[in-house]
């Protein structure tokens, strides 16, 4: 497993030394309690409070959400801690590092035609440098052509000094070739510059990769909503006074954001709304969906997307939510239809995504509900006769959402195909599941189901996911799973006339 | 084993795949595809190895109890009064909801007073009166008008600075609030002017950073929610020859209103004009009679006066003949051109012609009707025509020559027969009903009736000749019941009707009744005539239906 290699910070050779309370900055990178053991971490701010000085810490491989403020007393500084390299501020090296590898491998690159679009929107980037000394962005761009070459440079003295690096998992064969494959499997998301970035969601989608480092903070403690209080993961653009503000109060219908109690008390005396304002497309006994138009529900679709934005980290907030459909499902009960999560979709995806962002709310979470939102996604999706695909990068906890729901309904059709003794292709499965064939493929792969046996291609069950198919189904005979009716889906998928494609939705 | 990689078949998304359990197969026997790849996953790289998503996909895989990627945790809040926050009951619609309004028409007065208005308005409604009191909702109004106000008439206030002065928000108040709360607005302008200060002229209720200007906001977390740019449609042919259509047509109608224009001008310049000649007619007039005056001549005042009225006169030679038609004629056309509208067609005098006639016979149509309204058919199958009242025209009498042969004349063709002139239609009798049946029956006298079928059938029907009663109401009965027609006839008799009676009594026995009620008559017959008449089809189409 790769999980020792170290993902804060550079990897360029850095000063180290020791440091006190007081000499510990911002860029640091420093051992600190976590789970029983230090752990590196990086030190993203500070803070005086009035039981002494705390530092905001993002730990080694873990992720985002898990950062948080640390009391000095956590920090070890009986080690040595390494000092953000000056000339070169540590996000530009970081996402330097792999266009230099990029480089060695662009032969390779080329079979995937998005690789090579991203690629070649890179190489036109770095030959025209636009951007200002002054802009604070330009330091998680890596388009100035000297940077560039210094970070390939950097890349090769680290992987002279240190020949072990990715050795973790290269433990039999040719090492290189090992790499190669790495590479390779790498490179359908290069990493993009913010300018590249901003520039794609111009045009689409819903993603962001590359953050200004205030966004890397979390910034909103403590979140009422609906009868729940909520711990924000990630930072979310509300208005910048709520930072100050020890509890932030969200109206669980219209989702309006308080900073003040008796403000939010008088909303509440006003607010009629009792379900998301749209037209319901789904109804069971267990929940509603309903389908709202990012430009006929601005307000509360942008307050929507704030709410999400504090559980997903690679949401972008940096455009408007015309362009995008919600649809959300909601659980009723006497007071109204409560959010539960939802999912957005582009009106017109070019890359053929079904699915933009995916969200439950924390308090709804490991029930089920992801499972039941990713099952609308893909019903929706045979609804228009196409294969959809959530939009990347996913989430850690989206990819194993997802990665369950491929691997439940594939063991299924899979058992069943076995036990018909019937041949079955990956475009076939991917048709009967409406999922995209590449990630039907990336899937069986996963599971390590496809083999090569006397000459032929074929797909294996292991046993212990058989298994716990089986357990499964016994499970569900005592209390069955919930899923989604299609029969019950009452919906169209809306058509957009070219003005509306043109004037923005 | 390396050779092994070389020769496999390449896998493709449409290859057919066994499917095996891992149990069906000898684990020595194959390759798995996966040793050495990396599985694409969709996350981003540098989180992909993170320590918790790694544990829990090697547990997925394993077989283990799945291991969960931890996060902080939601709780139930427990020192918030969520019923009394959330005081609606919702009662759920039977049928699914559909709705499109927006959260500002459902929140209602869009400022929420915060802590610090409170703070201000209960100060302010200390030691007052109930009725002087200034409500929550009330100043939660006053204040909406203010933002508004600020927000409308200076979008800018937050970089300029400007403050709008009372007198324009009480204007505002004035159109938007009940009288009574001006006075009040004044102290809450005060109020919400230190509040406006005190945050920089900007929004009192914080809201989200959009856009202002792009040089600091791009790098700004806080700014959300930009406009997208336009997207670049796609130039295609057909987009382009459209362009040009749309814009050809628009320089087309732009042309033409031009057009328009310039004419109406020219022709108001020409109004002018003689509208100045006239004058400088009326003044040589007026010239002529000082003139006149002077000189003593005791003429006609006719000359300066009357004359245009001649004049007038003797171009327009007829005046009132243009009457009916006033209405419609554009008033621009007072230069005395005669319209063509004017001419009266010998077309028209003829429809007009027509027009009355067809009315007048109306007017006797409903006169009869109105004369037999309270008539009572005592008959039960009346025997002059009682569903069409019409003329039944196209009939002709069969004179004695013809009575024995079966040869129609064949002068006369059916197009005449239907297009009659206006004026034969008129000595036309009618067959009115009266409140006895009429004594002459028209079936003693046999007429006959050509007319073209379908398919271009010649008919020939002919009235007065047959001597078989075909009842109308029973004939329905037999028409799919062949196999009777050995059967005695039945009648359908009511025996306590004495209505049937009475009529039978008044009436003789007509000659030509044969109870042949059986008989079926399968030809079509024509629409709406007296129930003996039989249409046989022509010799030329031995074809028709028997």
């Known amino acids: 497993m790769a999980g020792q290699e170290p993902a804060v910070g550079s990897p360029a050779p850095k000063q180290k030394g020791k440091a006190t309370i007081d000499t510990l900055k911002i860029g640091c990178l420093a051992m600190v309690m976590k789970e029983g053991r230090t752990r590196r971490a990086e030190v993203l701010s500070i803070k005086e409070t009035k039981s002494g000085r705390q530092f905001y810490c993002n730990f080694d491989n873990f992720n985002k959400r898990l950062d948080e403020w640390v009391p000095a007393a956590r920090i070890d500084f009986e080690q040595e801690v390494e000092w953000p390299n000056p000339e070169l501020p540590k996000e530009a090296k970081k996402a330097a590092a792999p266009v230099a590898k990029k480089t060695t491998v662009t032969k390779k690159s080329q079979k995937r035609p998005a690789a090579t679009r991203e690629a070649s929107i890179i190489s036109a980037e770095s030959e025209t440098p636009k951007w200002s000394d002054s802009m604070e962005s330009q330091k998680a761009t890596p388009d100035v052509e000297g940077e560039d070459k210094t970070a390939l440079k950097l890349e090769l003295e680290r992987d002279a000094a240190t020949p072990n690096y990715e050795d973790d998992d290269a433990m039999d064969g040719d090492e290189t070739a090992i790499k190669a494959i790495k590479a390779k499997k790498e490179l359908p998301d290069p990493p993009q510059s913010r300018a590249e970035e901003i520039e794609k969601l111009r045009v689409g989608g819903s993603m962001t990769q590359n953050q200004a480092d205030i966004s890397r903070i979390r910034n909103i403690s403590k979140v009422q909503f609906g009868n729940y209080t909520l711990y924000p993961w990630y930072f979310s653009p509300y208005p910048e006074s709520f930072t100050q503000e020890d509890l932030m109060y969200i109206c669980e219908f219209c989702l309006c954001y308080y900073g003040d109690l008796k403000a939010f008390t008088r909303h509440r005396h006003k607010c009629a709304m009792q379900h998301p304002p749209g037209n319901e497309i789904y109804r069971d006994d267990y929940v509603s969906f309903f389908e709202i138009d990012g430009r006929r529900q601005r307000t509360w679709c942008r307050n929507l997307c704030l709410l999400s934005r504090m559980f997903l980290d690679h949401k972008s907030t940096y455009h408007d939510v015309d362009p995008f459909l919600f649809y959300v499902m909601t659980t009723r009960d006497e007071k109204g239809c409560h959010l539960v999560g939802y999912f957005s979709k582009e009106k017109e995806s070019a890359d053929g995504f079904n699915v933009a962002c995916i969200l439950t709310l924390p308090q709804f979470q490991r029930k089920g509900y992801g499972r039941l939102l990713i099952q609308f996604s893909y019903e929706l999706s045979k609804i228009e006769g196409k294969l959809g695909s959530p939009e990347k990068p996913l989430s850690d906890l989206g990819l194993l959402s997802y990665r369950q729901y491929w691997t439940e309904n594939l063991i299924e059709i899979l058992l069943d195909f076995n036990e018909r003794e019937d041949k079955v292709s990956i475009e076939a499965l991917a048709a009967h599941l409406a999922m995209t064939p590449h990630d039907v493929e990336s899937t069986l792969q996963a599971l390590q189901m496809q083999i090569y046996h006397k000459g032929e291609h074929k797909i294996v069950l292991p046993m212990h996911l058989i298994k716990r198919h089986e357990m499964l189904k016994e499970k569900q005979k005592t209390k069955p799973k919930r899923v989604i009716d299609p029969a019950r889906i009452q919906w169209k998928p809306p058509t957009f006339t070219a003005a509306q494609r043109t004037w923005g939705w | ?546």
């Open chain 2, 1 to 546: 084993m390396p050779p092994r990689h070389v020769r496999q078949r390449k896998l493709t998304k449409a290859t057919l795949q066994q499917v095996l359990r891992e149990d069906q197969i000898e684990s020595a026997e194959y390759d798995s595809n996966h040793n050495h790849q990396h599985v694409e996953t969709g996350v981003e790289r540098h989180e992909e190895n993170e320590y918790h998503l790694q544990a829990a996909l090697a547990s997925t895989g394993g077989g283990k109890a799945s291991e969960e990627i931890p996060a902080p945790p939601a709780e139930k809040t427990v020192d918030i009064n969520y019923d009394a926050l959330y005081s609606l009951k919702f009662k759920k619609p039977a049928t699914y909801i559909r709705v499109s309004y927006t959260v500002e028409e459902v929140t209602g007065c869009q400022y929420d007073m915060d802590s610090e208005d409170d703070t201000w308005l209960q100060a302010y409604n200390q030691g007052k009166s109930a009725s002087q009191k200034l409500s929550e909702d009330d100043f939660e109004k006053i204040i909406e008008v203010f933002e508004d106000t600020t927000e409308n008439h200076t979008p800018f206030a937050a970089v300029d600075n400007t403050l709008i002065p009372f007198e324009t928000m009480s204007a505002q108040i004035k159109l938007r609030l009940p009288s009574k709360l001006l006075d009040i607005a004044e102290h809450v302008y005060g109020h919400w002017k230190d509040r406006k200060q005190a945050s920089g002229n900007k929004s009192i209720q914080p809201g989200l950073k959009f856009e202002i200007n792009k040089d600091d906001d791009d790098a700004d977390p806080y700014v959300c929610f930009r406009r997208r740019e336009v997207r670049q449609t796609r130039k295609t042919r057909a987009r382009d020859v459209q362009s040009v259509d749309k814009l050809k047509k628009l320089r087309k109608e732009l042309e033409e209103a031009r057009q328009l224009v310039a004419l109406t001008h020219s022709r108001e310049v020409q109004k002018q004009t003689m509208m100045i000649n006239e004058k400088a007619i009326f003044d040589q007039r007026y010239k002529v009679k000082v003139a006149k005056t002077k000189l003593g001549i005791k003429g006609d005042d006719e000359d300066f006066i009357n004359q245009k009225p001649q004049k007038r006169k003797s171009e327009f030679p007829q005046p009132q003949r243009t009457a009916p038609g006033t209405q419609l004629r554009l008033p621009g056309r007072s230069d005395g051109r005669p319209l063509e509208a004017d001419l009266i067609l010998l077309s028209e005098r003829l429809a007009e012609k027509e027009n009355m006639l067809q009315k007048e016979i109306e007017e006797k149509t409903q006169q009869h009707r109105r004369w037999n309204q309270g008539h009572v058919d005592l008959t039960r199958d009346p025997l002059s025509p009682a569903n069409g009242q019409g003329p039944e025209t196209g009939f002709r009498p069969a004179t004695a020559q013809y009575q024995y042969l079966m040869t129609p004349p064949s002068s006369v063709t059916s197009e005449s027969f239907d297009h009659q002139s206006p004026a034969q239609e008129k000595q036309e009798s009618f067959a009115f009903r009266y409140s006895s049946p009429p004594e002459e029956e028209p079936r003693g006298q046999p007429a006959y009736r050509r007319r073209i079928g379908r398919g271009g059938r010649l008919w020939i029907d002919r009235r007065g000749m047959s001597a078989i009663k075909n009842d109308e109401n029973m004939s329905d009965r037999w028409k799919y019941d062949q196999d009777d027609e050995e059967e005695q006839p039945v009648y359908e008799l009511d025996p306590h009707d004495t209505n049937a009676l009475r009529f039978r009594a008044t009436i003789p026995f007509p000659p030509h009744f044969y109870p042949q009620h059986g008989r079926q008559d399968n030809r079509p017959r024509a629409p709406g005539p007296p129930a003996n008449i039989r249409a046989i089809a022509a010799v030329q189409n031995p074809a028709a239906p028997p």
